[in-house]
């Protein structure tokens, strides 16, 4: 049986349960990982509480894990991006399934309970070859634009 938690600035994330999910994460992110220490900030961010802001809910998020007997085997972490009205409120920052839940349906849930739960849109970044987009697109995202990136040199 599979069990979903839900994590956020209400339903906060123990040490524990948080260097679990960072594991998870970078191990199951394939070629479309981060470093441990840049998930483990987004991690920080999606249940950040905020108190010095008049919108208390424009930073933060939430994070979902899926679990079968005591397992991660899939997650997603979406954060709030603050900037409602020009671009989407969320923004989808990580998605992974343990390899042996690929293809059972487990993704597709995890993704529709974190659409329910975000307020507002959802922007995120796919790589044109991950097979994670032809789920994308069965779930209503579009490609409407062409992102492009400065990367800027350090001095």
């Keep these: 049986m599979i069990r979903y938690n839900i994590y956020n600035s209400v339903n906060s994330l123990g040490k524990i349960e948080k260097d679990k999910i960072v594991e998870f994460l970078f191990e199951h992110l394939d070629q479309y ?52 009205g020009y671009i989407p409120e969320n923004i989808l920052v990580y998605i992974a399934m343990h390899k042996k839940a690929r293809g059972k ?7 529709q309970k974190a659409i ?20 994308y697109e069965k779930l209503g995202f579009t490609n409407p634009y062409l992102e492009m990136r400065l990367k800027k040199q350090s001095k």
């Design 116 to 135: 329910d739960l975000a307020d507002g849109d959802i922007a995120l970044h796919v790589e044109k070859d991950n097979p994670a987009r032809f789920l």
């Design 33 to 84: 990982g981060d470093k441990k220490e840049d998930i483990a900030r987004c991690l920080d961010y999606a249940v950040k509480k905020t108190t010095y802001l008049p919108d208390a809910v424009a930073m933060g998020g939430f994070i979902i894990t899926a679990e079968e007997e005591k397992e991660i085997i899939g997650s997603v972490v979406i954060n709030k991006t603050g900037m409602k």
């Design 105 to 111: 349906g487990i993704g597709k849930a995890l993704m």
